[in-house]
Every structure is written in C-alpha cells, then in structure tokens.
C-alpha cells in the first residue's frame, strides 16, 4: 500500500462530502482491522456497534449514521463507494517496461503500441496484439493467435494455436486457453484420437483465474462471450459456449459442448455435463451436478440438481433419512401386529 | 485453417468415392455451421434433416442417403471418415524448429535426433530426450528425467526429476509431473513429513491434461501404463498405479496407492480414496466418489458409489424424498389412530 | 536413487542395532518390490507372512519379529525409522548451483546468502529473499514481495505483489499465490469488479501444492498459518485465513472469507462455503460440502456436510432408499386395506 490521499481528495473522487479532519489515507481496511491512518466503511447496519470500537481514520457511511464518527466521508451508498476507492488504492501489477531484449517475439507478430513484454514471454508466428497490452514472464503465444486492445496476460499463462481474446481481458497466472479438446473415444479396437482443429474465442473484457483451462474446439469453436468471469482452477470443455456475463465460480467444470446462457452464475465446484443447453439466468449451487437441459431464471442445487426449494427442504431431511428407515421398520411391524389381531377376531 | 484439399484427394485418402463437383475444401465443420468450402458428415440419421439446410460444400455420408446431397464421400462409417479427415486437417502445434540457443540445456543431457527445443525450456543433468521430441518454452526437465521419442510437451510442462516418459506422450501446458506426493502424517507431536523418494513412470501414447498433476510415489513409482489419457486439471495422486488405455476426464482425482486395471473410464470430478483396487473395465459416473474396491466391468455412480441401476432408480426418488417424510408421517397418525379403535373395540 | 549406505551406517543413524551381514543398501522399498539391495521395513504385524518371500536385502522390524530375517535393523517403531531412513536417501531436488546470468533479477530486489536462482526466473522491484532459497527457472516474483530463509519455490510458481513467504516453506511447480481474488458483484447496472487490493501472507514451514491457487484479499490479507500443508489443485479464496498444521488434500476448495482453526484435516475434494469459520481439530471428509460453521473436533462428512456417524448411517442406506419408497407404498396400501375391513365391520 504505497499511495496516499488526503481525505478531501477522496471525497472530491467520490462526488460527496466529508466530516472531521482532513486526514492522510494511507490505505483501506475493514472496520475490525482499520488503523488510524486507514478508511473503512459502514454499509451493512448490523455492524454500527464496530464504530464505536474501530480504530479507523475514517468511515465512509450514510448520513444516518454521520453523528456515530468524527471522520467521515457521507454516502447513500457506503459499500459502493468503498469499492470505488479500493480502484482509486489498487496498484497496477507488475515493474517492468517496454519490449524486454529478453523476450522472443517471432518476426512475423504485429505488437500494437505502448505494450509490455517482459523477460522470457514467447510471441509466436503470425501473431496480432494489439495496443496497451501486458505479457508478463513465461506467457507463451502460439501461432496465429490474436489479442485485442488493453489486455493483460499475467506470468505463465498460455495461449494455445488461434486463440483469439477480445478487448480488456485478464487472465490470472497459470491459465491455459487452446488445449487440445479431450477428443478420445473408445472403441472396439483400441482408443481413437480425434483431433482437435476448431479453436478458442473469447469476447471482451473476460477474466479468467489461474491455472483454469479452457480447450480448444473439436471443429469451429470454443466460445466465452463479453463480461463474463470465470475463477481459478475452472475447466471449461471443447465447443463449450458461454454467454454474456456469467460467473464461473473456482473449480466448475464444464463439459464438451454444453451451450450456457448469459448471466448465469454456477458455483464453487459445481459440475455441467456435456451436450446441455443452459438458458439465461439460471444458478447452479455449490458442488451442484447439472445432467439435463436447464430453463431460464433456474435456481438449482443438488446432484443430480434439483429446483432449489427441493433441494433445501431435501439437505434438511437428509440426515434424518437413517431415522426414516427405523420409523418404516416400526410400522411394518405395527400393522403386521393389527393384521393379526384382525384376523385373530375374525 | 490453412491446409486445403479437393474432394477427390480426400476421398483418395480415405480409400472412398465421391459424387458431384470435386471442389476445394478449406475446413471441416458440422451440417449447422459448415460453409460452402467445408465438408461436413451425417452419421446419426436424426440429423438428416440438417442435411436440406446445410450449406456445407460436401458432405460424408452413407451411401442410403447419397441422393440428399450433390457433393459427397461415401462411407461406411461417415463419423470415423470424418475423425481422419481432421487428422488431415489439424495443424502441427508451434512455430519454432531446431534447438533455441536460448534453451538452458545441460552439457551432461542426451538429445536424440530431430528434436525441437524452444526458448526458455530448460533441461536438467543427466536427462535422456529421445528422438523427434518437441519441448515448448517454459518446459523444465528435471534431473535423470527420461523422455521417449515422438514426445511432445507443450509449454510450462514440468517434470521434476527421475520422471520417466515413454514414446508418443502428449502433455498439455503446465502439466506437473513428479511432484512431491503429499507424505504428511499428523503424529502426536505435530505433522511428520515423509520424504517421497519413489519417482513417476509414464507408459507409451499417454496424453496428459493441462495443469493436470501426478506426483511421484513415496516408495517405488506412480505409474500410468500405455495408451492412458488424462484429462485438465486431473490429481493422481503417490503410488497410484492406472492401467492402459483409461479415459480419465477433466478434474478427477485418484488417491495414494490406488490401483486401477485397464480400460477404465472415471468421468469428470470423480473421486477415487486411496489404497483402492479398482479392477478393469470400470466406469464411475461424473463426481462419483469411490471408497472401496471396484470389481470389473462395473458401472458405478454416486457418492458413496452405488451400482449404476440402483443410482439411477436412487437418482429420480431423490427429489421425492421430503413427501416420502410426508407420507410416513401420515402413515403413523393412520396406524396410531387405527390402533386406537382397535383397543377400544376390545 | 544414486546414495548407498552400509546397514551399519543406517542402524548408526537411527541410534539403532542391526543384525546379520552390513550389506550395502542402494535403497528403500516395500516389502513386496524390495530388491536384494534394498532396505525395506515391518510395521503392521498382518504383513508378517510377506517376510517370508521378500526379496529385500535388509529389513527395520521390532525385535518380537528379529528371527524372521537374517539382516535386519531393531527398532521401536519401525515405521517411523523406516521414514527417518527416507529423508537419509532423499535425493535435494534440482541441478543447478549460483545465481544464473539468465534470471532476470530487478535491481532494487534483496537477495540473502547462499540462494540458487535458475535460468529463467523472475525477480521484481523491491523485492527481499531470505538466505539459502532456492528458485527454479518459471519462476515469477512480484514487485514488494517478501520470503524468508530456506524455501524452496520448484518450477512455474508465481508470487503476486506483495505476497510474503515465511522460513522453510516448499511450493511444488506451477503453484500460484497473490492471484486476484474473485471480487466480481452482480448488480443491476451489470457485474462490477471489485478491485483486490490486499496480500497473501504465508507462515513458516507451509507446503503448497502443484498448480494450487490461493488468492489474494480484497482488503488485509489472505492468510496461511504455520506448519500447514496444501496438497496439489487447491482453491484458497480471497481473505481466508488457515491456522496451524492444518491438512488440506488435493482439489478442495475453500471460499473466500472463511477461517479456519488449527490442525484442521479437508480430504480430496471437500469444499468450504465462504464467511464461515470452522474451528480447530475439525476433520472434513472426502468430497464433503461444509456451508455453515463447524464446531472444534467435529469430524464431518458429506454434502451438505453432516456428523460423521450420522454420514455413514445415511451412506449404507443410501442405496436402500429405492427399496424405502416401495416399502411405503406397500404400507399405504395395506393400512388402507385395514381400515376398509375395520370400517366394514362397524
């Protein structure tokens, strides 16, 4: 945490006013661990009884609340506000400038302007970036691959043959676009290879976590459309297709060919078979196994998932499922007792 | 998609006919998204439809329905003429030929005949490379490593050292191989560490995943027989032995000491405990959980793994469970109330 | 396995006697691979009949069994002498000696004595390394980070900006620390991006895994305590803390704000919702899904997770659940058969 702003400065960034002194912040942190020189911010009610224990410098808050601190900075919408100045304190990654003498770019790649290539990245033929792009150390760029405006490819992430990324995406370290689709089938004579010759297409302003994997199409492509983001550690399968604005929590993996809607948001670990279509809107929960066709505005939980409703009322009985099983047993035996007494009075 | 061929050299290389015009084909694509310089195929009859719309400039086919279309190869087996016509398409992988002088290469490696090494590959002492191989940039070789021929490691594939490979091995970027197994036993007097002093051994015609990760054995070796091919971000974990020609989809994870027969498929996520013999021919659904032995030519699903028909029936009752609480609960008031006229007719 | 040690050599080591012929021991294995020169050992007494066949040269057993083999080693626990003997034959991994003229090392960074920098690492401004570290080639350290004495970082690991290593930690090849955490929030102007401006902070003695990710926080610090161990592909979300020895296995994921207590065990797979905290001594089972706090010693297991015999009750019915619903089909239609005859007889 290197920069500093007075808080003055801060309101002015902010369009809004603020309270007390016109201190020096050095960073930000939450209300907990805040220290003198640090803002925080009150957005959730439920936490004002941390305002009279916190060592903050300042608070961001709503103008309820303004009287609770001498510091302040007023807003309607604290927690928004907090995030705007967390861009205003983030550090651009990174130390190096300019074209390394220690990179290899291949002749025949066209570098926009103002790029960043850094020691040992690789640059391949017939590549295009273009400008203001930054290619950290151990980034590998295969033949034929396109780059657009603004993006940054952070240390040993690989682009594999004709992957093209869009405008202002940034991929995490470690992440693999382009792998070989797993075109692998089993038959009577052995496993068949089919190779993989489509590519992978990714839209604007896309992030992709580390060491997530996302591979090549069988034919055509593999397709991430604009907005979307997508976490560390995820596998997205050939031919897959996702749309705008999705969130793709660490770990899903998606199999081959699914087709997945805009705005959707899958969850930590979840799992999406291949050959589905996924409609717009639809959540999958954590660990959530998806083996069917999913329609718009779904919520669903559970492997196999199930509407969310189902699933929760289903996650509470769960464990009282042993239980069940011995209340069945005991009416087994009840009615065979009245069975008998029946038939004893017939 | 560079390469281009007449419909007549194609079929000449499948060993068929063809009808119509023998036109240039630049790519290969399916019935929906084919253009009129792609050949496309029709296996499955229920897409015959398609075939009245495509714009695909010829199409494999079976000879029923050689009259569909003006242009086409006529095959016995559309889908597998199809799969080795994208052998015919794909594109060797990379752009760099030769030995890069800045490769960091020990004086005591051997390197056979034909091989390709990038810049920024590093091979460590004692390491034997084969001939025909290709190492991409980022590639580390560790000590006393040895590598087949026709081996192909894409960039930032580690193999930590006494890692063996044998010939035609594919691995996708950032693929770890020999790892330290995970040797931590938690002791009465804090976590002990077991040095893992075995190593990994790779069979011939293995293809390994991105980012996908087998560490080596504590003892002896982790072994992975011919033919076997993993998929992304995969776990194979110390000791684990796998036979030949498994399938083992994206972000499965087997545990230590594992044994696994031949043949095997694990779909995605699934995972296998430790010190298990899982026998061969063995399928485990996506995210099943394996915690015993697996006799052969099972199909198992689930967490714990349940055989498949019963998973299946398991599967489609799920969602009924919390009615199925309902009607037990119904059920003991009717049987207690039952019991009391009963009891009071006596 | 290039070392070789005489019996009398190990028995000195481990403060132990030894019996029969001081042959040379080239290594170590199990009972059943062991080779005429290799030591193997006897620790579970079920194992006894293998003595009979084995073919090791050498054997650690307890002195109830000394008669069973002619050279042999007398100890206590032999398991754990036979591990001390595993660090004894444990080969230092890598090759390389000095700082390499081919590492790109930032001017402003501080680099303590003794340290091995491969060909192809990265160090970047302001950064400070401890004495005796080692960094393979790969290698990316951002700007401002800092790490102790004696780590060792294997090939491909990445360390964001500002991230801190403790003494004596161990990250296997293409693990990545200080990665943005996945700060993106859905709202109804679209997803906003919440910047990262925090740090991963790691203690002493910590191993990370292959290709593992671990993010760095949003505001302070995501947090590894000391003597922890996380094994390959493991997710660590922004601002989770993890205390001591904690044991984290292969692929589980914890999200983002959670913390964890000390001496905590996660099997493969398992997975920890965000904002929880689960405190110390808790065990998690393979595959489990934790989604709300968990008390100190709960052992845990299952999705969601629940206790531990509660999980193995519903785990062995589990697969009966098909035969629970005829059973209570069978019993709806017998009580209303009961309550036509009683009706009947009124």
């Known amino acids: ?52 224990t916190t060592n903050a410098g300042a608070v961001i808050l709503h103008e309820n609340h303004a009287q609770a601190v001498k510091n302040a900075i007023i ?14 304190f983030a550090e651009k990654e990174g130390f190096f400038e300019g074209v390394s003498e220690f990179a290899s770019i291949h002749p025949s790649a066209k570098i926009g302007e103002h ?16 400008d203001n792009c ?19 490819l952070t240390p040993n992430c690989v682009l594999m043959s004709r992957t093209s990324l869009g405008d202002n995406c940034y991929l995490q370290p470690g992440a693999v676009l382009g792998g070989e689709g797993f075109g692998f089938v089993r038959t009577d004579f052995g496993i068949q290879k089919i190779p993989q010759i489509g590519h992978v297409e990714i839209g604007d ?15 055509s492509k593999t397709f991430v459309n604009s907005g979307t983001c997508i976490d560390n550690l995820v ?45 717009d809107n639809v959540t999958v929960g954590p660990q959530g196994g998806v083996v069917k066709d999913i329609a718009k505005n779904s919520v669903v939980s559970g492997t196999p998932s199930m509407e969310y409703n189902t699933y929760m009322r289903h996650s509470i009985l769960q464990p009282k499922i042993p239980d069940l099983f011995k209340r069945v047993n005991a009416l087994e035996k009840q009615i065979e007792k009245l069975e008998q007494e029946i038939n004893t009075k017939k």
Do not use: W
Not at 17 to 38: H, P, S
Not at 115 to 130: D, K, L, Q, R, S
Not at 253 to 265: M, P, V, Y
């Open 1 to 52: 945490m290197l920069k500093q702003f007075t808080l003055a400065e801060i309101a002015d960034f902010l369009g809004a006013k603020y309270q007390g002194e016109n201190i020096a912040v050095t960073g930000l942190n939450t209300l907990e661990e805040a220290t003198g020189t640090e803002l925080s911010f009150l957005a959730n009610p439920k936490y004002i009884k941390q305002i009279e």
């Open 75 to 88: 807003s309607d919408n604290p927690y928004f506000a907090f995030a705007r100045c967390m861009g205003l």
């Open 115 to 130: 790029c960043t290539i850094y020691p040992f990245a690789v640059i391949g033929a017939n590549v295009e970036i273009g």
């Open 134 to 152: 930054t290619l950290f150390s151990g980034v590998y760029i295969g033949e034929h691959c396109h780059i657009g405006d603004n993006c940054t």
């Open 205 to 219: 302003n896309v992030e992709i976590g580390a060491n997530a994997a996302i591979d090549r199409a069988a034919l």
């Open 235 to 279: 596998q997205i399968g050939h031919n897959v297709q996702i749309g705008k604005e999705c969130l793709i929590i660490s770990q899903v993996g998606i199999a081959g060919s699914t087709k997945i809607g805009d705005r959707c948001t899958f969850a930590g670990q979840a799992g999406i078979a291949g050959h589905l279509k996924i409609q």
